[in-house]
């Protein structure tokens, strides 16, 4: 169970934190933020078309070898993890992740809202989580397998 990467966007789309938790090969800054708008855009068009009355767009995309989720804040942040397809906890991690987002980002005087996330604290706070998470789903999945 691997959290890959974690990305924080923007209402408007634009790409504010991206970071890598995984050995996996780096994208360059200009295809991270392609990925970035190209999620958002695909996703703000599939909450138009959903028929529901909960119109966040995509919250889940699964691929052979990883699943993207998101989570978007009522402000229109969103928050997304590219992780294992075994990893779970992925919704929870998202909500504490906005948490963090709230507690270190937002509440720091020296951040100008939609500009690049740079606070140590939340990347430490942030590495933390992300670390707890992939004990907790490893202890998860051993407690199934015992009952």
Known sequence: MVV?????????????FVQDYADIPKLPANERIMLASTFHGLSAI???????????GIQLLESDTFKFQSFMSLTGMNFLVMASLD???VEQLLRKLYTLYADYVLKNPFY??????????FDKKLADLVKVSETSAVWRQVESRDE
């Open 4 to 16: 890959f990467t974690v990305m924080v966007m923007n209402k408007a789309g634009s790409l504010l």
């Open 46 to 56: 599939a909450g138009q078309l959903s028929p529901g009355s909960d119109n966040s």
């Open 87 to 89: 990893q779970t906890g």
């Open 112 to 121: 100008s809202l939609d500009m690049p996330i740079r606070c140590a604290r």
